[in-house]
């Protein structure tokens, strides 16, 4: 996938709109979290050290598109980039508005080195609705408009398609995160390395049936964990206890399972489960293996399943991940998600495999196993990764230039 990158752009005395992922979590109007504000510094350092004038924008939480909500304000992101910007930089914030006077009016008064950073774009009602006229006033503010918020590629919203497209006489590129991504998920699936594996795991077969079926006549195995897995069982004629079954799904995986014998790619159910009767801490828990009994469920993969998946895993050349294989969150029942992240990472540096990781619970078992340093690629975005897995085009990929 060709796009234009921010590194092909020329930036001197450029008003540079660039489109930002900063819907990081807040407590109490403190950020919790500022890993997307930092992934998004090579790209606003880039259109800086060109000498334009980076304009971002981004939005924050679901306000109610009615005007400015408090608890939604861009200002704590504004202070907390100051921060990772340093003295260097001044980063000028506009108050309650991501568009009209308010916005020129601190555009033009930026000083080289500077950078703007409008107000949630969903305190406008059109931000969702890719309303034209609020796309028209916010791509009046720029010379060039950058891409950078693969987490929100797959909207069809005014900031990620409108404003690129009333820009057509200006260059619309994407940025450096967002360029990572296609390389990841668009290119380097498109001619993975073989052998190639995909682990689909989480709650619902609904959620991943369309990436199962364009996965399926790629790859050489998909390994299906989670609760999703338990809805295959059953399709299987498999027990499986008080495990969470998607019952008007079965007929499907049925479907499935016969669609992955008919592509020679192996789909593997897990060997064994950890199962308990309730979650929570210290319950009692046993390895169930040919199905589940009445009474327990299943809530992770069991051990022969780990290191059966852990041994494939390490003979592959490209694997792709999105969703846990177990309730993750709690403890025992990490273990299996924890331990193919731990597999993941051993076959990118011993084995030099292409390893990529989308989904954000998936993204929180990588980050809770300590190895998210240690796999090729952890995307950013959650529905984006899926839709790409899924074949799908993104809307705001389209309206960006190609080389």
């Given at each position: 996938m060709a796009t234009r990158s921010v590194k092909d752009l020329e930036c001197r005395g450029k008003r540079v709109l660039i489109r930002v992922d900063f819907n990081v979590p807040l407590d109490g109007g403190d950020i919790v979290d500022d890993r997307r504000l930092k992934a998004a510094l090579p790209t606003i350092e880039?259109?800086?050290?060109?000498?334009?004038?980076?304009?971002?924008?981004?939005h924050l939480g679901r306000p109610g598109g009615t005007g400015p909500e408090l608890p939604y304000s861009m200002r704590p992101v504004a202070e907390r980039l100051q921060k990772l910007l340093g003295a260097a930089h001044q980063v000028r914030f506009v108050e309650g508005a991501c568009s009209g006077e308010a916005a020129a009016t601190a555009t033009s008064a930026a000083n080289p080195g500077d950078v703007i950073l409008l107000d949630n774009l969903r305190f406008e009602s059109g931000e969702k609705k890719n309303d034209p006229v609020?796309?028209?006033s916010i791509a009046a503010l720029g010379d060039a408009y950058v891409d950078d918020a693969f987490g929100t590629a797959h909207r069809a919203h005014a900031s990620m398609?409108?404003?690129?497209?009333a820009m057509q006489d200006r260059p619309r590129v994407a940025g450096l995160l967002l360029e990572k991504e296609i390389h990841y998920l668009a290119d380097v699936l498109a001619n993975p390395q073989q052998p190639f594996i995909a682990i689909l795991g989480g709650a619902k077969v609904s959620d991943k049936l369309a990436a199962i079926r364009n996965l399926l006549p790629k790859v050489d195995a998909v390994m299906v964990g989670g609760a999703m897995a338990?809805?295959?069982?059953?399709?299987?004629g498999d027990g499986t206890g008080s495990s969470l079954v998607e019952c008007d799904m079965v007929d499907m995986a049925s479907e499935l399972l016969s669609q992955a014998v008919d592509a020679s790619t192996t789909l593997l159910l897990p060997l064994d489960h950890t199962c308990a009767e309730s979650i929570g801490d210290n319950v009692a828990t046993r390895t169930c293996e040919l199905g589940i009994p009445p009474g327990w469920m299943g809530l992770d993969i069991g051990p022969e399943t780990l290191a059966d998946w852990t041994t494939r895993i390490l003979q592959a050349r490209t694997v792709v991940w999105n969703g846990p294989v177990g309730v993750f969150e709690q403890r025992p029942f990490d273990t299996g998600t924890v331990g193919l992240a731990k597999a993941l990472a051993r076959a990118t540096h011993s084995?030099?495999?292409?390893?990529?990781?989308?989904?954000?619970?998936?993204?929180a078992a990588i980050e809770r196993a300590g190895v998210a340093d240690r796999i090729s690629h952890v995307s950013t975005g959650g529905g984006a990764s899926l839709r790409m897995l899924e074949g799908a085009e993104l809307p705001a990929l389209a309206s960006l230039e190609t080389q």
């Open positions: 880039t259109v800086l050290r060109g000498g334009g004038l980076p304009i971002l924008m981004s609020l796309s028209a398609v409108g404003v690129p497209e338990y809805t295959f069982m059953a399709a299987r084995h030099r495999a292409v390893t990529v990781v989308g989904g954000g619970e998936t993204a």
